[in-house]
């Protein structure tokens, strides 16, 4: 049988004659790609201001707030969208958020 483009089906395939997708291209994750550059605005760390209690990092949808030994770190700018919700939560004023300079 032949579609359209005129390229052979074949009905009587069963799920053991097809090459699993893992072994043709390994897994992927968003950190094999840098997903931040399309950013408009921008949070900045003020390190002097920040109480390290944590409340921004796990509502960052990036997973772009790291955390070393219980302490926040500098933005991961690679991956940060700049939706600003971590400048939203930050009861310090420890995050400013900025217009993107490129």
């Keep these: 049988m032949k ?7 074949t009905t009587n395939i069963s799920w053991h004659d097809i090459t699993p997708g893992g072994m ?9 790609f840098k997903t931040g550059d ?8 003020k390190a002097d201001a920040c109480k390290q209690c944590l409340l921004c990092a796990p509502v960052c949808p990036d997973s772009a707030i790291p955390v070393t030994g219980s302490k926040r770190l500098e933005f991961d700018y690679d991956h940060c969208k700049g939706c600003g919700i971590c400048f939203k939560v930050c ?7 900025v217009k993107e300079e490129k």
């Design 24 to 32: 043709v291209y390994g897994g992927g994750t968003a950190a094999s």
């Design 38 to 45: 399309w950013r408009t605005m921008k949070p900045v760390f």
């Design 91 to 97: 009861p310090f004023g420890a995050i400013e958020f």
């Design 3 to 9: 579609n359209k483009a005129g390229t052979t089906i």
